[in-house]
C-alpha cells in the first residue's frame, strides 16, 4: 500500500468508536453514520526514516498531509 492509502485507511479507522470500523448504535438500535475520516488537522503523522541519523522520524503535517488524505482522482476510463 501506498503511503497515502495507509494514511486514510488510519484517519477513518480513528474516527470510528472504538477503532472496530462499526457505526455507533443509537438508543432504538439504528445504526448512525460514522464520520467518514479525522480531519489532517486533527492528526499527529510520523514517518520512520531510515535514510536519516539514528532512524529519526520525519512529522507529516499541514499541506503534506491534507494531500496525502486527499482521495485520489478515480482513473479515466479510455475505451
Known amino acids: ?3 497515502g492509502e495507509v494514511l ?4 477513518t479507522a480513528l474516527a470510528h468508536p472504538g477503532g472496530s470500523g462499526a457505526a455507533p448504535e443509537t438508543d432504538a438500535g439504528d445504526t448512525t453514520e ?3 475520516a479525522v480531519p489532517a ?7 520512520l526514516d531510515r535514510t536519516r541519523p539514528r532512524r529519526a522520524f520525519r ?4 499541506d503534506t498531509l491534507a494531500g496525502l488524505l486527499q482521495t485520489p482522482d478515480a482513473p479515466e476510463d479510455t475505451r
Open 34 to 36: 460514522a464520520p467518514a
Open 41 to 47: 488537522a486533527e492528526l499527529e503523522v510520523g514517518v
Open 59 to 62: 512529522r507529516l503535517a499541514g
Open 1 to 3: 500500500m501506498a503511503l
Open 8 to 11: 486514510r485507511l488510519a484517519a
